[in-house]
């Protein structure tokens, strides 16, 4: 059965002087504390199980991540539109995931978050927190609420397509592998050997196809090490439907499994 760990990631990844300084940055951190036993002791096992249909099943089968939160009151609260928990997104959805045994619809995961105690602890206290602190400040509790759950079920539509794409292109005969320690720390959202492959949604506060955005990508986080990685991009349109799951088209996974494919051997 194929499985990915921790130790998979650094013997990839760790190994220059720029990715071992932020290796040892995040290990050091006081605010990952908690975090770096439960990243570290992890491993990913179900992603490579699943199939394109199961995840599509989820897609239809789950309660619609966003609500009826608009992106104006979503996005409104400026202390809510870039917060995340000390755990990654990345981290609790992939723990998430394990940890019940199925890729899970947003009602699963938000009950894993405030009924388990691994996910209490790692969003659904901090969330319950940040939200009490922002509410103290003076805006509405129910505009604050509203931006968390715009936040937090952007970060699960994202996390749907990760494994969508991995599913899919794995299905075609290209063994990427994943690790949230991967994506959080080196921006790595699938990888086979020496080729490393990004997922992003266009948005119009950047521009597409550029690295200016939120997040520093791993072409420049990854930049030194020795022998160089190969890096492939699958950048999507906006989502066009309001309560849709938007997955990659058949288009766009045949052209980046073209690009994994290309020099083979």
Sequence with gaps: MTETSSEDV????????????????????????????????????????????????????????????????????????????DFAFTHIFHICMEQIGRLPSYQDFRAYCYHDQLGLRMLGEPARAKVREVVSSGIPENIVRDAVRWRVGNAYYSFLREIYTVVRLRAMAIDLLVHPLADALFRVDAWTGRKVVSLRVGNKKFRQGSSSGRKTPAEQLLADVVPGFDFSTIEL?????????????AEHISQAAARLHMNDG
């Design 10 to 85: 650094l013997r990839k990844f760790c190994t220059s002087l720029h990715t071992g300084q932020l290796y040892a940055r995040w290990k050091n951190d006081p605010r990952r504390k908690n975090v770096v036993p439960a990243v570290a002791n992890h491993r990913v096992r179900l992603v490579y199980e699943l199939t394109a249909e199961d995840v599509e099943e989820v897609c239809c089968q789950t309660e619609h991540a966003l609500g009826e939160v608009k992106r104006a009151d979503g996005e409104r609260v400026a202390a809510i539109v870039d917060w995340h928990p």
């Design 237 to 249: 349109a906006p989502a066009a439907k309001f309560g849709r799951v938007h997955l990659p088209s």
